[in-house]
């Protein structure tokens, strides 16, 4: 069994205690992981203190930050294919997405190094003729980072790499389920050559979340997982005063009109919801086609998704994995039969998998005559599709927007001016037009609503790590005035 440790203050260690994880392809344990107590988390944010306070982080040009980002971005390219396999074996997710994916991870490490000597301040026309006035962006400080076990290292990119562009030092909380792609990570950070302290790596549970989110030291607090964690972290930061960003689920519709190419918005519905085995906060969920077109759609996609091939998620011929854990899939079952009590209709799929792991087969509720049914407007983190018809442009808006969510939505349409007046009306953070689930370094990442605040990905993602600070500076030689009167 293999042993993963966690990463404080530059060293390893096995933590006050440990927890097994299970393979998701077989249900039994394959590794042990450090959990994080209390005394983990206030060590590993001393230690991201000391380290943002120490000269070796403090005084490093920005240029020598963003270096180090790019040493550490080649490390997560040579190291890819090792973290691929561990993320596969730890969470389920297929080999061939976790390859690509970790390969592209670097990608990101690159963009914020090229970033982080590009923060600029600015010079302010104050309205005092014997004053300079400008403003200097300097670091955060601490940062709490949470992150999930799906796409983890995704994840966590999108918060180390600004985070450390701005000068910020990071304790990374990876999920007490499926940690071990991070805990990999830290020892390909230790060779990047960061001062000690600038990453720390833990895992574990509730108690180990609620002690860093709330910890006097930590002044940001970045975070991607579900709502009802997301409120938890938002009274904790009431202790500290923390600012936060919030990239929580979706429920995000994917709205295909009589005229978009079929094929090819079929293969995007099946990218957008059984990719990923459906485990992804931007999954297309709710597929809402345009009536005329809904048996010729879903014909096509019933096929599409009866063909994909289940198997063994290290097999790169293998399409659709486990899910993650078992809570899932039990998860998935429930809401999929509380949706046909509510008059949905099975078009396929919908029942576990009889063979060792956590499978569950690409699945098709029909909810065109069930509108309150609980699988359209709750988040399954699985491969399950909800579908419901529109007549008209208005009515796709008015569905695409009956949700508390807007992180993603994806429209199909070969109208241009239709498809931008779908843009300017959907509520979501981010829209795809005749395509979906494309992200790149240089594109904001985010959505409003249940779906969270801030963004991760481009300038701005970097700046939410920084605070701006006014400097004045007199430029008269003649004593000051009236010590009374405001200047």
């Known amino acids: 069994m293999q042993i993963f440790q966690q990463y404080i203050g530059g060293a390893f260690s096995d933590g006050s205690a440990q927890f097994e994880s299970l393979d998701p392809a077989t249900g039994q344990a394959w590794a042990k992981m450090a959990e994080a107590s209390v005394a983990d988390v206030n060590a590993a944010v001393s230690a991201a203190e000391d380290a943002f306070f120490a000269p070796e982080w403090a005084d490093m040009t920005a240029t020598a930050r963003g270096k180090l980002l790019s040493r550490l971005a080649d490390l ?123 990453l720390n790596v833990i895992t574990g549970g509730p108690d180990a979340g609620a002690a860093l989110t709330s910890h006097q030291k ?26 936060t960003s919030l990239e929580l689920g979706g429920k995000s519709p994917f709205i295909v009109f009589d005229d978009a190419d079929i094929e090819s918005a079929v293969n995007a519905q099946v990218s957008g919801i059984f990719a990923a085995t459906g485990q992804s906060c931007v999954a297309g969920s709710r597929l809402l086609v345009q009536a005329s077109i809904k048996d010729k759609f879903l014909t096509r996609l019933k096929e599409k998704a009866e063909a994909v091939v289940i198997g063994l998620p290290d097999d790169m ?75 008209d442009e208005a009515e796709a808006v008015r569905l695409a927007n009956d949700t508390e969510f807007g992180l993603a939505s994806g429209v199909f349409t070969q109208s241009l001016t239709r498809a931008h007046r779908m843009i300017r009306r959907i509520r979501s953070g981010i829209v795809w037009v005749n395509t979906y689930r494309a992200v790149s370094p240089i594109a904001p990442f985010g959505g409003h609503g249940l779906s969270g605040h801030g963004r991760e990905g481009g300038l701005q993602a970097v700046l939410d790590y920084t605070k701006i600070k006014t400097v004045w500076l007199r430029t008269s030689d003649d004593p000051i005035p009236d010590p009374f009167v405001m200047r």
């Open 218 to 243: 930590v002044d940001h607090v970045a975070f991607t997982g579900g709502p009802e964690t997301a409120r938890h972290i938002v009274r904790n930061s009431a202790e500290n005063l923390a600012s």
């Open 76 to 198: 997560v390219a040579e190291n890819a294919p090792r973290l691929a396999e561990i993320e596969t074996r730890d969470t389920g997710k297929i080999i061939r997405e976790t390859s690509a994916q970790i390969a592209y991870v670097a990608e990101y490490f690159r963009y914020f190094a090229g970033l982080a000597d590009k923060i600029e301040g600015a010079h302010l026309p104050i309205d005092k003729p014997d004053m300079e006035v400008w403003l200097r962006r300097e670091p955060v400080g601490v940062i709490a980072a949470i992150v999930p076990w799906n796409s983890q290292l995704f994840l966590s990119a999108v918060k180390i790499g600004p985070a450390l562009a701005a000068g910020c030092t990071v304790v990374l909380k990876a999920s007490e389920e499926a940690p071990a792609p991070m805990l990999e990570f830290a020892k390909i950070f230790d060779q990047a050559g960061f001062p000690k302290g600038v």
């Open 317 to 391: 011929a293998t399409e659709v994995g486990p899910l993650c854990t078992l809570r899932q899939r039990e998860n998935a079952e429930d809401l999929i039969a509380r949706s046909i009590g509510a008059g949905a209709k099975l078009i396929t799929g919908g029942k576990a998998i009889d063979r060792d792991g956590f499978y569950f087969p690409p699945t098709i509720l029909d909810c065109s005559d069930a509108p309150g049914a609980p699988s359209l407007s709750n988040e399954f983190f699985g491969p399950v599709l909800s579908v419901v018809t529109f007549e």
